[in-house]
């Protein structure tokens, strides 16, 4: 008896520690979603060390007061639902979250801004800058796409890390049929762990315990304990580290391509934004133009009325002054229809709502006046007909070179060099390049697999067809009696029955590789 108890003891101690090992893996959605972030924000500031051989923090949440939420609310502006006012104003839908699932940091502007009381909001360019990076859709939806890859590529890391299960179970039976009640109990806990090795291994343990037979010590049954382990090793199809994680190593590269693209995007958006509100600015001035020139031809055409009175001036040239001033006030229509239509598009591109009442800082164009004049270097063209020539002179006709370039001119063949070397979208090219090589290599193994495996012999023949070369995998068999069924996903026939001439999936797939191999040097 003392001996049963020890044993016992051994085996049920195992049982009562092995829930404390589970339970932590029993979480809140929220703590998943939690360690998810934390996992995507360690995974891009790894690849922006790696990419760009720094770190910068990228949020991905919008802040939850938004300058186009203020300006909704503080100016009275119509809008269509209450998502346009931001994520955290939707009202929860059945079965949503209860754990502040949408919660976002609150972010109030200040109270004394005169544009909250209705005032017109004036921006200056480095304004534009920051409120486009904090409300453009454009700008957001390039820095989710960051985060999604980010996320994507821990799946797939998750795929190559131990992973651990646990199972209770618990039986109560009932029967009353009999001449007296027969009852019954019954429990379990079963744990277990699986590893896949980058070689393909997977391995596999499981351990269980039947809590009924352990507690009651029944020295006449079993003791109530399962465990058993399992290696898989795939010898032919699904073998070698270059195929087994495959999808690891593009999974890890599409975050770099992701980083790439996004440092690419804030250049292009930030050029965009400049050009936009400079746009603007220089439509605000032509109005200007056209207004002071429609001014001068009313003064013109009143001139011409009294000079015309006086008959001091034809009638027909009071009619032409006239024509002038009603084109000139269509030029200067055109010219308010113009900037207004400017100035809207650009409320769009910074993520504002276009009705809201914006103006820009005119003293840029005046600060972007001061820094060219500074950077103008060489001798100046003004004083070229100082001396006239005689009209019958011979003409010589001076070569455009960059003998007078300034500082920031550079030669071409640097400009190139420097421009193969910096590039990031060429950089993605060329590993998409790389990327396409690879695929081949994993689509033409499982083609010469499914030869070795189900086929009788088999050949391999290239076509060269202009700028692509084609793979064709044939192979020689009894055929196979049912096609279709065989095509089905899941279906197997075993390493006995060799397969026909017919093309499978990945060969397939082989020669779809073929075409996004070829397209991918061009676009490099």
């Known amino acids: ?50 990419a760009l051989g720094k770190t910068e923090p990228l949020e991905v949440e ?14 009275g502006l119509p809008y269509s639902a209450t998502a346009s006012l931001g994520t955290k104003s939707l009202a929860p839908i059945p079965h949503w979250p209860k754990d502040d699932y949408l919660s976002l940091a609150s972010e109030t502007a200040e109270s004394t801004a005169p544009w909250q009381n209705g005032e017109a909001l004036k921006i200056t360019l480095a304004d534009a800058l920051q409120i486009a990076a904090r409300n453009s859709r454009d700008y957001q939806a390039q820095k989710e796409q960051i985060f999604r890859t980010a996320l994507r590529l821990d799946l797939r890391r998750d795929s190559f890390r131990t992973v ?7 039986l109560l039976s009932l029967n009353r049929g009999g001449d007296s009640d027969v009852s019954g109990i019954e429990g379990s806990v079963e744990g277990g762990a699986r590893q896949l090795l980058e070689s393909g291994a997977d ?48 999974a890890e590269r599409n975050v770099i391509y992701a980083i790439y693209d996004f440092e690419t995007f804030k250049k292009s958006f930030a050029i965009r934004i400049a050009s936009g509100y400079l746009g603007v600015l220089r439509e605000q001035n032509r109005v200007k133009n056209v207004e002071e020139n429609y001014r001068g031809l009313i003064t013109s055409a009143r001139r011409a009325r009294r000079l015309a009175d006086a008959g001091r001036l034809p009638e027909f040239q009071f009619d032409q002054a006239i024509q002038d ?38 003293e840029e164009l005046e600060k972007l006046q001061t820094l060219l004049s500074q950077l103008v270097i060489g001798d100046s063209k003004t004083d070229r007909y100082s001396e006239v020539p005689p009209a019958d002179a011979p003409i010589l006709l001076e070569e455009p070179g960059q003998g007078d370039r300034g500082e920031y001119e550079i030669e071409e063949r640097i400009a190139i060099e420097l421009a193969l070397e910096k590039r990031l979208d060429l950089q993605v090219a060329k590993g998409e390049v790389f990327d396409a090589q690879r695929r081949v290599v994993v689509a033409v ?15 391999v023949r290239l076509e060269v067809e202009g700028e692509r070369v084609r793979a064709v995998i044939e192979d020689r068999g009894p055929g196979i009696a049912d096609v279709e069924q065989a ?28 075409v996004r191999r070829d397209s991918a040097p061009r676009r490099a």
């Open 487 to 514: 095509m089905q996903p899941g279906f197997s026939m075993g390493v006995l029955c060799p397969l026909a001439s017919v093309k499978t999936q990945p060969q397939q797939g082989y020669s779809c590789e073929n």
């Open 164 to 170: 651990f299960t646990g199972l209770f179970s618990g």
């Open 203 to 250: 391995i596999s343990t499981r351990i269980a315990f039947d809590l009924a037979k352990l507690l009651t010590q029944n020295r006449s049954e079993s003791l109530g304990a399962f465990a058993d382990g399992t290696v898989s090793i795939p010898l032919l199809r699904g073998s070698g580290r270059h195929i087994v994680t495959e999808p690891l190593i593009q």
């Open 1 to 50: 008896m003392h001996n049963f108890s020890r044993i016992s003891l051994k085996i049920v101690l195992p049982v009562f520690l092995l829930p404390l090992l589970i339970l932590p893996g029993c979480r809140s959605p929220r703590q998943h979603r939690q360690d998810a972030d934390q996992a995507a924000t360690r995974i891009i500031e790894q690849k922006q060390q790696e």
């Open 445 to 459: 193994f499982e083609a010469e697999m499914n030869v070795c495996i189900h086929a009788i012999s088999g050949e």
């Open 62 to 75: 919008p802040p939850s007061e938004t300058l186009r939420k203020q300006l909704i609310l503080s100016h």
């Open 325 to 362: 001033e009603y084109r000139a006030r269509d030029r200067w229509i055109q010219a308010i229809q113009s900037h207004a239509r400017r100035l809207d598009e650009f409320k769009i591109t910074l993520g504002l709502p276009p009705d809201a009442n914006i103006t820009l800082d005119n």
